[in-house]
Every structure is written in C-alpha cells, then in structure tokens.
C-alpha cells in the first residue's frame, strides 16, 4: 500500500482553538495541518442531560503525520485541547 507510513488525524475544536492544536503538534514534530470551518449540531436535550454547553462554530484540524510520530501528536493533543482543559 502506498503511503502506508503516514495517518491522518483529525481533531475538532470551538472555533478559536486551531492555533493552540498546530502548536502542540508541531511540537513533537508535524509539520502542518489543514483547517476547515464547521458547525455543530448538537440539540439541547443533550446539553441538559449532560450539564455542558455545546459551541456551535467549530474547527476541524487534519494533521498528516509519520506512523511514527502519530502517539506522540495525539497525546501532545490531549494535554492542550483535550476534555481535561479549560
């Protein structure tokens, strides 16, 4: 399979937070992403039964990466926008 060396990762973010997920994964080593804008649609049932709310302007960030750095990215990912932060 060609290509088989890389994997795409794709991390959704509110809207403002593209930069913040770029500096994380640059720093363990990728060397880009692509952005695309997007809108949730989340109803408000689930923000009730959940107790969150739901912002609607979101940012998806696709990020190829070598296999080989793929862990390190997805947990450098994690510490800056995962569901532990602010």
Known sequence: MKNANYQMIFCVVNAGFSQVV?????SVGARGGT?????GTANQEAEKRFRIVV?????????????????????????AVGLETA
């Open 35 to 39: 952005l695309i804008h997007g809108r």
């Open 55 to 79: 912002q609607p302007d979101k940012e998806i960030v696709m990020i190829l990466v070598k296999k080989e750095i793929k862990d390190k990215v997805l947990l450098a990912l994690n510490k």
């Open 22 to 26: 770029m500096e994380a994964a640059k």
